[in-house]
């Protein structure tokens, strides 16, 4: 299944956010940062990485209800959502 990818601007602006904070982590890493602000910065990353799943999945499932797109199924969805749990 392909997705639209104007349907998917808020992810991808989502993942660029992320990529951002996860270069932060990285400069605070080598800068010698306190070890409780690095962690809460990487789960600031994790998080914002996993929203950006659950809304590509949300997407394959609108795609896949409304526009009858059949090229996957619901165990291959129920696969891909519980590949971020």
Do not use: H, W, Y
Request: charged content about 30%.
């Amino acid at each position: 299944m392909e997705l639209d990818a104007t349907d998917l601007t808020p992810v991808i602006n989502r993942l660029k956010r992320a990529q951002g904070q996860l270069a932060g982590v990285t400069r605070m890493l080598e800068e010698g940062r306190d070890c409780k602000d690095i962690v809460t910065q990487l789960a600031a990353v994790s998080k914002a990485l996993d929203r950006a799943g659950f809304a590509v999945i949300a997407s394959g499932l609108e795609q896949c209800l409304l526009r009858g797109d059949e090229s996957m199924n619901t165990k291959d969805l129920e696969k891909l959502f519980l590949s971020l749990a």
